[in-house]
């Protein structure tokens, strides 16, 4: 009975990858040479779809084969039919949080029920969802082997993202005389990579929503379905990559809340509340890929302006970026002060150039503040009377991070829930990325460089920033 039912299975989808996988970790084990190891990797394109899964940084299953065994030993008579038919279905499930809590256990265990039937197979199956697959070889020779061997847009793993970063335009002088420049508001949303591609056969567009370092958004149903509706109405045929800022407003609709934005974005199971994606650039898909192409910034201006109509009323979630072409010098100081009598973030400077994913010194940032990326290293705690209660509660007096080699202490910006949140556990902020916002650096009385004003903006989930 066991043989008959594994015979029907050795052949489907979900089997093959199982299979696929054990042989190539035993190969890539059983080779000690680093360039045989990624010779297999390479000649074995059927694994890449999970590999790039497995080793994705911005990719979590939010589940362990630890908890997902104690759920199967607890529910010993669970069935072996799987809604998934395929390895990558279940994962993006898991990654996505399509499926939580008892669900995806659930899941997890029909899945190996119905198709981990021998020990090789259960064992790569665990490997996969703790994403570890023990395979002798590191995570950055497999990302930079995802990221080089396939460079087909319809391949795209999110490793590849090659956005384009600004520079502080400092004491430098733009010369305008020499190249066109154009001004625009920096807003202070959060970044959002629209990957739009184009299906010919169904005559359908997809459209995936990745943060710069390519971590996949969830929450922007709202701007998809403005997307959507301008891709049926002008029948774009073409894979091509929009560039933006998703923000979020106050109540009075003047100012963005970059906290705000930063909280609701990056949610798995609920939509944004009132999103507005403001595009400033519109890139081939080839172009962006690349990293660099032929197509200046005014060329790109103009099919994003053949795109997006802001004079749509219909369209409340998407939003062209105006762009100033500057004259002279005395224009850009009268941006400066629109900027700061606006209360502006600052100003975006972008040179009439091709496309560049990279930092670059055709796009300059000008700002009245700066914020950086740390990691916090400590955190201090002091007593604090509550205004509610008048009870005296531990509370986060400041984190403390390394700035040129130096201390600095970091004491505003935290709501008093996160004051007391991270009192009682900083190991919820310890070790996690942050950016602060400060005026400028200073210099103290020792010599020492540290920060004026500076005051938190944002709490990241990891070591590095992941949005």
């Known amino acids: 009975m066991f043989k008959r039912l594994f015979s029907n299975l050795v052949r489907s989808p979900a089997v093959e990858q199982l299979e696929n996988l054990h042989k190539l970790v035993q190969s890539v084990n059983n080779t000690p040479s680093t360039h045989q190891k990624r010779r297999l990797l390479a000649e ?74 021998t020990q090789p197979h259960q064992d790569i199956f665990w490997r996969v969802i703790d994403r570890n697959l023990k395979m002798g070889v590191s995570e950055q020779t497999v990302r930079h082997l995802l990221l080089h061997g396939n460079s087909s847009s319809k391949d795209f793993s999110p490793c590849q993202i090659k956005v384009a970063l600004a520079h502080s335009l400092g004491k430098r002088k733009l010369k305008l005389d020499e190249a066109d420049w154009y001004a625009s508001q920096k807003l202070d949303g959060v970044r959002c990579i629209s990957m739009v591609r184009f299906d010919p056969n169904q005559n359908t567009h997809s459209i995936q929503f990745l943060s710069r370092t390519g971590r996949p958004f969830y929450s922007l149903q709202k701007v998809e379905l403005d997307l959507e509706k301008r891709l ?20 009075a609709g003047e100012n963005e809340v970059f906290g705000v934005a930063v909280s609701q974005i990056r949610k798995m199971n609920e939509t944004m509340k009132e999103p507005l994606y403001h595009i400033f650039d519109y890139i081939p898909m080839n172009v962006f890929l690349d990293g660099f192409g032929d197509v200046t910034f005014s060329q790109r201006q103009r099919y994003l302006e053949t795109f997006v109509d802001n004079k749509d009323q219909s369209l409340k979630h998407i939003n062209i970026v105006s762009q100033h072409k500057l004259k002279n010098s005395k224009e850009l100081e009268r941006m400066k002060e629109k900027a700061v009598e606006n209360g502006w973030e600052g ?120 949005i």
Not at 66 to 85: E, F
Not at 234 to 241: A, L, N, R, T, W
Not at 415 to 429: G, K, Q
Not at 439 to 445: D, M, R
């Open 44 to 117: 074995n394109p059927a694994c890449h779809s999970i590999l790039k899964r497995i080793y994705s940084p911005h990719v979590r299953h939010y589940i362990s084969s630890k908890r997902a065994l104690a759920y199967i030993h607890q529910h010993p008579t669970i069935g072996s039919t799987s809604y998934y038919t395929q390895l990558d279905q279940l994962l993006d499930a898991l990654s996505s949080r399509t499926i939580t809590g008892h669900e995806a256990l659930k899941a997890v265990s029909a899945f190996y029920a119905a198709y981990c039937q």
């Open 232 to 251: 049926k109405e002008i029948e774009i045929k073409q894979d091509f990559v929009l560039d933006g800022e998703v923000c979020a407003y106050n109540a």
């Open 347 to 466: 100003l975006i400077l972008r040179r009439d150039a091709p496309y560049e994913g990279k930092r670059t010194n055709n796009l300059l940032k000008v700002k009245e503040w700066e914020d950086a990326e740390y990691i916090v290293n400590s955190v201090e705690t002091n007593y604090m009377r509550m205004p509610d209660t008048g009870e005296n509660k531990l509370v986060l007096k400041n984190v403390n991070i390394e700035h040129k080699g130096n201390t600095v202490s970091v004491g505003s910006g935290f709501s008093m829930n996160e004051r007391i949140a991270f009192a009682e556990n900083p190991s919820l902020i310890i070790g996690k990325a942050i950016t602060v916002r400060y005026f400028s650096e200073s210099v103290n009385k020792n010599g020492t460089i540290s920060l004026r004003f500076p005051s938190i903006k944002a709490i990241y989930e990891n070591s590095k920033r992941d």
